[in-house]
């Protein structure tokens, strides 16, 4: 007879925060059911919502847990690295993270939309938009303008990559001659 292996509250926590972000990547904070991120996680609906204590909550700290994952994919990807190096480093490993991981770009993609009227998601993808502008800024040692086209190349990334092109793909259309645009000089 198969026992079953009691998670810890973290391990429970952790399981919400993956099935939330799912949910949430595909349906948006007003779409998502919760009935439907419980059921994935493994738990009741209201333990869900004795975790976190509402579907907001729930959405603001999958949202600052996206943030954190892109910071710390950055981190590993940039250790010892400066300028040029480091900006080159960090931006490949962005193409990684939303090309390997399409709920991390459909998530980013509903927070900034639901920043438009909500003002709580708005602090939140303002606080953790900050803190990736803030650490690029100290280990780059780039200038604004430099920085500020880091940004935008990867604004840019983001729509192509939504739209379900790739800064790898090739050919003579206006999403590959953008895609170029966005690639290194060899």
Same mark, same amino acid.
């Given at each position: 007879?198969?026992?079953?292996?009691?998670?810890?509250?973290?391990?429970?926590?952790?399981?919400?925060?993956?099935?939330?972000?799912?949910?949430?990547?595909?349906?948006?904070?007003?779409?998502?059911?919760?009935?439907?991120?419980?059921?994935?996680?493994?738990?009741?609906?209201?333990?869900?919502?004795?975790?976190?204590?509402?579907?907001? +909550? *729930?959405?603001?700290? @999958?949202?600052?847990?996206?943030?954190?994952?892109?910071?710390? =994919?950055? &981190?590993?990807? $940039?250790? !010892?690295?400066?300028?040029?190096?480091?900006?080159?480093?960090?931006?490949?490993?962005?193409?990684?993270?939303?090309?390997?991981?399409?709920?991390?770009?459909?998530?980013?993609?509903?927070?900034?939309?639901?920043?438009?009227?909500?003002?709580?998601?708005?602090?939140?993808?303002?606080?953790?938009?900050? +803190? *990736?502008?803030?650490? @690029?800024?100290?280990?780059?040692?780039?200038?604004?303008?430099? =920085?500020? &086209?880091?940004? $935008?190349? !990867?604004?840019?990334?983001?729509?192509?990559?939504?739209?379900?092109?790739?800064?790898?793909?090739?050919?003579?259309?206006?999403?590959?001659?953008?895609?170029?645009?966005?690639?290194?000089?060899?």
């Amino acid at each position: 007879m198969a026992t079953a292996t009691r998670q810890t509250a973290e391990e429970r926590r952790e399981a919400v925060l993956a099935a939330a972000r799912h949910e949430f990547a595909r349906h948006g904070l007003h779409g998502a059911s919760t009935d439907a991120i419980a059921r994935v996680a493994g738990i009741s609906q209201p333990y869900l919502f004795r975790l976190f204590g509402s579907k907001k +909550r *729930l959405f603001l700290a @999958v949202n600052d847990a996206c943030f954190v994952r892109t910071l710390e =994919v950055w &981190r590993e990807a $940039a250790a !010892g690295k400066s300028g040029e190096e480091f900006l080159s480093a960090i931006g490949e490993a962005y193409v990684g993270l939303i090309e390997s991981d399409p709920t991390m770009l459909q998530g980013q993609l509903q927070a900034y939309a639901v920043s438009v009227s909500d003002e709580d998601v708005r602090e939140s993808t303002a606080r953790g938009y900050g +803190r *990736l502008v803030d650490y @690029v800024e100290a280990v780059s040692g780039a200038d604004k303008q430099t =920085v500020a &086209r880091f940004f $935008a190349k !990867g604004m840019l990334l983001n729509v192509l990559a939504a739209m379900d092109y790739s800064v790898h793909d090739s050919g003579d259309t206006w999403a590959a001659r953008l895609a170029e645009g966005c690639r290194e000089p060899d």
